[in-house]
Nanobody, 127 residues
Framework: QVQLVESGGGSVQAGGSLRLSCVAS????????MGWFRQAPEKEREGVAA????????YTSDSVKDRFTISQDSAKKTVYLQMNSLKPEDTAMYYC????????????????????WGQGTQVTVSS
């Protein structure tokens, strides 16, 4: 099974930026769709963004689409989440996920659709 390793989390003040990285052990069929999710304490997991690694329009949650951008570097087998203008409500554990099917507008935000997950990286935004 594909292994996913996230990095780039940390503590920043509101208005700051962070770039999360997710390195996959392979960048073939098992990682046809790569997504970012987050989960804050006592809140449900939330889909943030997703990208089909073979091309296609990336998806971004309405709650972050003006501030967060997902991108990829296939040569490095890495997906990024650039987070700008961070807010305290962005504080959460951020997880990378992968699935062997291309991202779907119907399913990309559903964590149950993905079959591989990373261990997460913590993002803390102070006011």
């Amino acid at each position: 099974q594909v292994q996913l390793v996230e990095s780039g989390g940390g503590s920043v003040q509101a208005g700051g930026s962070l770039r999360l990285s997710c390195v996959a052990s392979e960048y073939t069929r098992p990682t046809a769709c790569m997504g970012w999710f987050r989960q804050a304490p006592e809140k449900e997991r939330e889909g943030v963004a997703a990208i089909s690694t073979r091309g296609g329009t990336p998806y971004t949650s309405d709650s972050v689409k003006d501030r967060f951008t997902i991108s990829q570097d296939s040569a490095k087998k890495t997906v990024y989440l650039q987070m700008n203008s961070l807010k305290p409500e962005d504080t959460a554990m951020y997880y990378c996920a992968a699935d062997s099917n291309r991202c779907s507008s119907l399913y990309w935000m559903n964590g149950n659709w993905y079959n591989a997950w990373g261990q997460g990286t913590q993002v803390t935004v102070s006011s």
